[in-house]
C-alpha cells in the first residue's frame, strides 16, 4: 500500500496492510536522530527525517504554535505580542516559554490585533506540500494552539480561569475575537487540499480535566463545532483531528459528538489506550498511545519494544490506530529506543496483528 492509502484505511477503521505512523520530535532530538541516520545508511545530506523513517504522513503547521522557536534571540516576540524566552531543562533540552502575555489587562475584546491569515503567501508551503506529496501521502493541516491555549498564551492561564467564572461576557467575546483565526486558516487549508486538520488545545492534567465539563461545554465545545462545521462545508470528506494532552475522558463523547475523527495522543500514564479503544473506537481513530514520559526516555530496548507490542496487540486491531509516542519525542531519548519503535513496528505491526 501506498502511504496514503495505508492512513485513510486506518482512518476508515479497516485494516490495511500495517499500522501506520508519524512520529513528531523536538528540533533537537529530529536533528540528532537525522545526523544517525545519514551516517548509518550513508544516504545523500539532504533526505528528510520523513521518508527515511517511513512515516505515513506529512505535516503543515500555521498559526500560534510556530512562534515556538521562531527565532535564536534569548527573548524574541512573535507576530501576536507574544514575548517568549529560551530556557534549559536538567537533561540539557532548551525550550521556549512564555515571558510576557500581551493581553493581561485587555478590557475590549475588539481591541484584539489579529495577524492576517488572508495573505495566499502563508500557505505557500502548504500548497507545495500537497502538490508534492499529496499522492502518496496523508497530509495534515495543523491549526493546533487553536482557541484555549491560544486564549491563554495571550491573557494568562490564571486571567482566562477567573474570566470563566467572574468575567463571562468577556469572555465569550474574546473566545469568538480569536475564533476568527482558526475559521480563515483552518478553511485556507481545507481550500488546498489537506486530508486532515488538526486541531488542539490541551484540556487534561495528568489525572483529570484542567476546567470543569460544563465549562468546556459552554464556552469551547460549540466553537469547535463551528469550526467543524466550516471545514466540512468546504469538504465533507475532510477527516479532523485534536490533540489534547493528560486525561480528557469526561468530554470524549462531546468531540465525538461534534464530529471528531482522530484523537491525539492518547497518552497513556493519563489515560489507558485499551480502554479508550474499547470505549469510543468505533468513532475514533487513536493516534499516539505509546508512553513518552516513562518508557520511551527512560526504559530499556526491551522495555520500548514491549510497549509498542503492547500498543498493537491491544489498539491496533480493527484500524482506527496511528503509531506515535503519545508527545514529541525529547532530545534526551536514545537513539536506540528511538530505533526500536520502528523496527518493532516493522516485524510485529502487519495485520492481522499475531503476537
Given at each position: ?12 477503521h ?165 475564533l ?58 475532510i ?8 486525561c ?49 526516555p527512560?526504559?530499556?530496548?526491551e ?12 489498539v ?16 534526551d ?12 513496528l ?10
Amino acid at each position: 500500500m501506498k502511504h496514503r492509502e495505508r492512513v485513510l484505511t486506518a482512518l476508515n477503521h479497516e485494516e490495511a496492510d500495517r499500522v501506520p505512523i508519524y512520529i513528531e520530535y523536538t528540533p533537537e532530538a529530529k536533528a540528532r536522530l537525522l545526523d544517525h541516520v545519514r551516517k548509518s545508511r550513508s544516504v545523500p545530506l539532504d533526505s528528510d527525517l520523513d521518508s527515511l523513517m517511513g512515516h505515513d504522513l506529512r505535516t503543515f503547521q500555521i498559526g500560534p504554535v510556530t512562534g515556538y522557536h521562531l527565532r535564536d534571540e534569548p527573548e524574541y516576540e512573535d507576530e501576536w505580542g507574544i514575548r517568549w524566552k529560551w530556557v534549559r531543562n536538567t537533561a540539557g533540552s532548551r525550550y521556549t516559554e512564555i515571558a510576557v502575555h500581551p493581553l493581561a489587562d485587555l478590557t475590549d475584546p475588539g481591541d484584539i490585533k489579529i495577524p492576517d491569515f488572508t495573505r495566499q503567501e502563508r500557505y505557500a508551503k502548504g500548497i507545495e506540500l500537497v502538490q508534492t506529496h499529496g499522492r502518496e501521502y496523508c497530509i495534515i493541516g495543523s491549526i493546533v494552539c487553536t482557541l484555549f491555549e491560544l486564549s491563554w498564551y495571550l491573557r494568562g492561564l490564571t486571567r482566562v480561569m477567573q474570566d470563566m467564572c467572574l468575567n463571562k461576557d468577556f469572555l465569550h467575546a474574546y473566545l469568538d475575537r480569536l475564533l476568527t483565526w482558526a475559521m480563515e486558516a483552518g478553511a485556507r487549508l481545507v481550500e488546498i487540499g489537506v486530508d486532515i486538520i488538526y486541531l488542539g488545545d490541551d484540556f487534561g492534567s495528568q489525572t483529570n480535566l484542567l476546567i470543569s465539563p460544563e465549562m468546556f461545554r459552554e464556552f469551547f465545545k460549540p466553537r469547535y463545532a463551528k469550526l467543524y462545521s466550516r471545514f466540512r462545508e468546504i469538504n465533507p470528506a475532510i477527516k479532523i483531528a485534536h490533540h489534547s494532552c493528560g486525561c480528557i475522558l469526561p468530554i470524549i463523547d462531546d468531540f465525538i459528538e461534534i464530529g471528531l475523527d482522530v484523537l491525539n495522543p492518547v497518552q497513556p500514564l493519563a489515560m489507558d489506550p485499551w480502554e479508550i479503544k474499547k470505549r469510543f473506537g468505533k468513532h475514533l481513530t487513536l493516534w499516539g498511545t505509546v508512553d513518552e514520559q516513562r518508557v520511551l526516555p527512560f526504559g530499556t530496548v526491551e522495555d520500548v519494544a514491549n510497549e509498542i507490542k503492547l500498543r498493537l496487540r491491544t489498539v491496533a486491531p480493527g484500524g482506527g490506530f496511528i503509531l506515535a509516542p503519545a508527545h514529541n519525542v525529547q532530545a534526551d531519548t536514545a537513539i536506540a529506543n528511538i530505533l526500536t519503535i520502528y523496527e518493532t513496528l516493522q516485524a510485529h505491526g502487519s495485520y492481522p496483528i499475531r503476537l
